[in-house]
Each structure stands twice: as C-alpha cells, then as structure tokens.
Nanobody, 123 residues
C-alpha cells in the first residue's frame, strides 16, 4: 500500500518561501505520477501541478505559475513543491497525491493521498 507523508508547511510572511516535501513509502516513487493540490477554507480542493516519473511537469493553477515549482527525486522517494512569493491567498492545506494514470488536475483521478500540511501566509 502506497503511503504519502507531506511536510514543510508552516507560517510565513507575505513574500516568503517554503519547500514542501512528499515522502513516499510502500512502493517506488518512480512508478507514479505525483500531483500537488491545495484546499483553502471553504473552497474546493484545487490542482496545482503534476510531475511524471522522469520529470515532465504540468501546471494546472494559473494563480501559481512562475511562483510554485514541482520536482521529484526518485532515488529519495520524495517529491517537492517549492513555494515562492507567497501571499495570503496561498493559505491552504497542501496535499500530495499519487496515481499510475496520466497526470490530471482532477482530484478524483488520484488513488493515494497524504494527510496534508498547513501553509499559512500572514499579511
């Protein structure tokens, strides 16, 4: 059973940066597409980006283009989401998800989820 654990969230000021990690266990990361989603209070879960096993990435959220970067290290069984130029609108719980089906920004296409990590951006 694939397990995903996010870390790296926290409280940061506007303009700051964070790097989120998604540690995978139970199988090889290289077998899966990995996506990052986020869910702000009272809003639907939003797809941010997805990365294929060998590095090709797709962005789904226009609001984060040029600020957030997805990456992965298959040898470390870990995926990452670098968050730069953060603003209060980025406050949300951030989730990583895995699937062996093609990358998608639709949360229903992912079989495996982490528990989420909270990112709070103060103004």
């Amino acid at each position: 059973q694939l397990q995903l654990v996010e870390s790296g969230g926290g409280l940061v000021q506007t303009g700051g940066s964070l790097r989120l990690s998604c540690a995978v266990s139970g199988s090889a990361l290289a077998l899966y597409n990995i996506a990052w989603f986020r869910q702000a209070p009272g809003k639907d879960r939003e797809g941010i980006s997805c990365i294929r096993p060998y590095g090709y990435s797709i962005n789904y959220a226009d609001s984060v283009k040029g600020r957030f970067t997805i990456s992965r290290d298959n040898a470390k069984n870990t995926a990452y989401l670098q968050l730069n130029s953060l603003g209060p609108e980025d406050t949300a719980v951030y989730y990583c998800a895995a699937s062996r089906t093609p990358c998608s920004g639709n949360l229903h296409d992912y079989n495996y989820w982490g528990q989420g990590t909270q990112v709070t951006v103060s103004s």
